[in-house]
């Protein structure tokens, strides 16, 4: 018996120019336990299974990939059909996640995490803090920290928390529940987001408040770039977060109607905001939401809304400054 206690699930699709330091990020790790990497190549048109290829010929006992001929995240139901290819196959008690254009950077970040979950049976969810960073010069532009000390998380905070909350890659959860797929879950545009929720709802989320991954954003091989690349195609993704909090409003029997109206006035706020429609953005039931914005982002916004030509100035010189572009 292998004995394996962590299976390392990695999602790749034209990720030619990050997959190496993804899986050397994975080789890196210092445990006293067995894990393994199983790797799910989306039938990949550059190098990237090329390269998997020569990391399973070094490693063939850690290295357990599926190469795709047929694209499968462009079929029906493709989120829920490509996580449960990988996860059926895993062999350990614990799934870690993390995708092939995205990297770890503290050696013990799975040590640190199981030794969590051995001592905390009641926890369902294990994750980090992270950093946001350029695809290819792996800038920092964010410091993803959820709160500033370690913090157990509520299903309520983790549904108000969205998407961005955790990273997805510092994600760590017993196999137990990687297969459990409610009906919310099942039709949901995304993986991560109702992912956590789902894991919220069976115990305990522990967050620790260390910097342990970095997630690559502005690369054109990234899901944010294929999904978010139009306001249309925005619009029906933020319509299909709201169908998936309906759904999850009546599979939880309305236990969290009042978190899950708030995240979905909020989505609508910042969506809004991304479409500057300020004067719908700034009244209503959004209003406290844009009291809640920091002083610059406040002035950003009043700029674009008085001063277009110096906005449209500002935003050509400060292009590559997430935080400025992404009001």
Known sequence: MEN????????????????????????????????????????????????????????????????????????ENSANTINLINLNRAKGKYIAVCEGDDYWIDPYKLQKQVDYLEKNPDCSLCVHGGYIVTAAEKKVLLKNRSYKKDKDYTVGEVIEGGGGLFLTNSMLFPKKYALERPAFLLNAPVGDYPYAINLSLQGKVYYIDEFMSAYRVGHSGSWTAREYNNIENKKRHYAEIENMLDNLN???????????????????????????KYDEAIKGNYKEYYLELSLKRKLIIFIDQYSPFISKTLRSIKRGVIGWTSI
């Open 250 to 276: 009546m599979y939880t029997d309305y236990r969290y109607s009042d978190a899950i109206t708030r995240t979905k006035i909020k989505t609508q706020f910042y969506f809004l905001l991304e479409q500057r």
């Open 4 to 75: 394996i206690v962590v299976s390392i699930h990695c999602l790749a699709y034209n990720h030619e120019k990050f997959i190496a330091e993804a899986l050397e990020s994975f080789l890196m790790q210092k445990t006293n336990f067995k894990f393994e990497i199983l790797i799910h190549d989306d039938a990949s048109t550059d190098r990237t299974q090329e390269i998997i290829k020569e990391y399973e010929l070094q490693h063939p006992e850690l290295i357990k990939p599926i190469y795709q001929s047929e694209n499968q995240y462009s079929k």
